[in-house]
């Protein structure tokens, strides 16, 4: 899909990763336009959960939540600020899901460090999908992000 806010066709996709930080599912791509929810819901990850299996999602993801409790999962989400302030309960959870978010946003970034990812031209758009999955092996080539004694907290 076409984005005026950047300029240019935009791509997304859901990418999972496990506890130690390596890309182990990666949706197929879908316009700029899609939904977090729907990208999630279509493309079949909600079928590979297990009961007992924690899910880290952000703030795009509530709608999620009824298909992983009916699939005995957990979803985790920052909470939401009702009133004006977080409670001092609400803000240690952010804390602490935060702690765990900054591992996700780094394995993203390792996929980005792909320079061909930066501007794709038009004609390789057919590709996308087939250039975004090596660009998720070569993220998953470099060492763990997260030690064994770390991805086990």
């Known amino acids: 899909m076409y984005s005026n806010y950047k300029s240019r066709f935009t791509v997304k996709y859901l990418i999972v990763i496990?506890?130690?930080?390596?890309?182990?599912?990666?949706?197929?791509?879908?316009?700029?336009?899609?939904?977090?929810?729907?990208?999630?819901?279509d493309c079949g990850l909600l079928s590979c959960i297990e009961p007992g299996d924690t899910v880290l999602a952000d703030k795009g993801f509530p709608q999620i939540k009824s298909e992983l409790l009916k699939r005995n999962a957990l979803l985790v989400i920052p909470p939401f600020a009702f009133?004006?302030?977080?409670?001092?309960?609400?803000?240690?959870?952010?804390?602490?899901?935060?702690?765990?978010?900054?591992?996700?946003?780094r394995a993203i970034q390792r996929i980005k460090l792909c320079n061909i990812l930066k501007f794709i031209p038009i004609t390789l758009l057919p590709h996308i999908?087939?250039?975004?999955?090596?660009?998720?092996?070569?993220?998953?080539?470099?060492?763990?992000?997260?030690?064994?004694?770390?991805?086990?907290n």
């Open 129 to 152: 999908d087939a250039i975004m999955h090596m660009c998720c092996v070569i993220a998953n080539s470099k060492p763990p992000l997260i030690k064994n004694s770390e991805a086990s």
């Open 83 to 105: 009133d004006p302030q977080f409670t001092n309960s609400e803000i240690d959870e952010t804390y602490k899901i935060a702690s765990v978010r900054i591992h996700v946003e």
């Open 18 to 41: 496990t506890p130690d930080g390596f890309v182990c599912k990666l949706s197929k791509g879908y316009g700029g336009r899609a939904t977090d929810s729907f990208i999630t819901n």
